[in-house]
């Protein structure tokens, strides 16, 4: 078996063969990087997730830590970094499977701030809506009291969220019961 760092550097070795022997020049700002790019010399992108007023939301594979399928969220612009280390000092005192968890940051990658964090999940609760309409009586019941979970906990710990949307809340299978449960994220506003 390979471990992450020689998967990396085999990877690389791949990618420069595949040029033609070149290296490619770094990249002077990851929000224009691709999917498989490696930035900040850490974060492969697999995906974009998504783009608000605060940044732009990259599913990750993070080979520092070793781990995959998590978010980095890169400001925009300096007043966004701003609210980028607002969002993280919130996060750090947040603790609910209801709410994401801030991994790491204000960090620097590339040109950029940003931070990592657990993934809410793929689909949002505006998704949802769009795709399929009115809820079950279950799903309403489940989906509130999931959200009004999440708002106590909130509410135990001063942050008020200020951007509660459909479009700010996941819906993810629950790991134990593969249920649908919501997630907050997007506390830029916080």
């Known amino acids: 078996?390979?471990?992450?760092?020689?998967?990396?550097?085999?990877?690389?070795?791949?990618?420069?063969?595949?040029?033609?022997?070149?290296?490619?020049?770094?990249?002077?700002?990851?929000?224009?990087?691709?999917?498989?790019?490696?930035?900040?010399?850490?974060?492969?992108?697999?995906s974009r997730r998504g783009a608000g007023s605060t940044g732009v939301a990259l599913e990750v594979s993070d080979y520092e830590r070793e781990e995959e399928g998590l978010i980095l969220k890169l400001a925009k612009d300096d007043a966004a970094a701003a609210r980028l280390s607002i969002e993280a000092a919130v996060l750090d005192r947040l603790d609910h499977p209801r709410v994401v968890r801030r991994l790491d940051g204000p960090l620097t990658v590339g040109t950029r701030q940003g931070i990592l964090m657990t993934d809410a999940g793929l689909e949002t609760l505006a998704d949802r809506i769009r795709l399929e309409g009115r809820a079950t009586i279950e799903q309403l019941e489940r989906y509130g009291a999931d959200l009004f979970d999440a708002m106590a906990h909130l509410e135990n710990r001063g942050v008020f969220h200020r951007d509660l949307k459909p479009s700010n809340i996941a819906i993810r299978p629950d790991p134990g019961n593969r249920k649908p449960r919501l997630t907050l994220f997007d506390f830029s506003l916080s």
């Open 1 to 46: 078996l390979l471990d992450i760092a020689e998967f990396q550097s085999l990877f690389e070795e791949a990618r420069k063969a595949e040029r033609g022997g070149e290296t490619a020049p770094a990249l002077v700002d990851p929000l224009d990087a691709s999917v498989g790019d490696i930035i900040g010399e850490r974060f492969e992108i697999v």
